[in-house]
Nanobody
Framework: QVQLVESGGGLVQAGGSLRLSCAAS????????MGWYRQAPGKQRELVAT???????NYVDSVKGRFTISRDNAKNTVYLQMNSLKPEDTAVYYC???????????????WGQGTLVTVSS
């Protein structure tokens, strides 16, 4: 199976920066799309950003120009650089592997355990 482990969350003042990391481990053949989602208290989980194995990216409008997603395919790791953070960015951030292949044919969707980001005003 494939596991995702996030790190890098914490408390930061508004305007500050944080970098989240998510490392995939286990029986990995390849991973198609990796991404970051977040869930604020009392709200539904929402997409933040995704990146394909080829490097194509997609962002939710509210983070465009402030967040950057990147990926190291050799390390099966995805990053989220978050700049100009706002209090409304406060949430638990979850890493996602949309299609984590364990061999040529079988794949699973995998979620990390989440890491808390708190932005104070």
């Amino acid at each position: 199976q494939v596991q995702l482990v996030e790190s890098g969350g914490g408390l930061v003042q508004a305007g500050g920066s944080l970098r989240l990391s998510c490392a995939a481990s286990g029986s990995i053949f390849s991973i198609n799309v990796m991404g970051w989602y977040r869930q604020a208290p009392g709200k539904q989980r929402e997409l933040v950003a995704t990146i394909t194995s080829g490097g194509s990216t997609n962002y939710v409008d509210s983070v465009k120009g402030r967040f950057t997603i990147s990926r190291d395919n050799a390390k099966n790791t995805v990053y989220l650089q978050m700049n100009s953070l706002k209090p409304e960015d406060t949430a638990v951030y979850y890493c996602n592997a949309d299609q984590a292949y364990v061999d040529r044919y079988r794949y699973f969707e995998v979620w990390g355990q989440g890491t808390l980001v708190t932005v104070s005003s």
